[in-house]
């Protein structure tokens, strides 16, 4: 199992950022897909996930401001960050679950700086 990360960064209050996590290793379109994301001295938080069947649900506090989508063609998870602030300063692991097999992996984290 692999996955590469990509779209991270350092960027001003306000602005956006699209992540990426390029999976491989296991059948991407079998397993529910998460975003996590840990600040500097807290625990892992979650903040969104895309169901097998397309739904999606969010953390109250990125709703309205961030979109989770997934393509299962090109076994690609994505994460549209918009109207960034502060408190999203981050690093950014994706994760894939599976409630059927309890199997579950981890990406190896992007980092994402929301200052000014």
């Known amino acids: 199992v692999q996955f590469v990360e990509s779209g991270g960064g350092l960027v001003q209050p306000g602005r956006s950022l699209r992540l990426s996590c390029a999976a491989s290793g296991f059948t991407f379109s079998n397993y529910d897909m998460n975003w996590y994301r840990q600040a500097p001295g807290k625990g892992r938080e979650w903040v969104a996930i895309?169901?097998?069947?397309?739904?999606?649900n969010y953390a109250d506090s990125v709703k309205g401001r961030f979109t989770i989508s997934r393509d299962n063609a090109k076994n690609t998870l994505y994460l549209q960050m918009d109207n960034l602030k502060p408190e999203d300063t981050a690093v950014y692991y994706c994760?894939?679950?599976?409630?059927?097999?309890?199997?579950?992996?981890w990406g190896p984290g992007t980092q994402v700086t929301v200052s000014s």
């Open positions: 994760h894939a679950g599976s409630e059927s097999t309890f199997r579950n992996f």
């Open positions: 895309a169901y097998i069947n397309g739904m999606t």
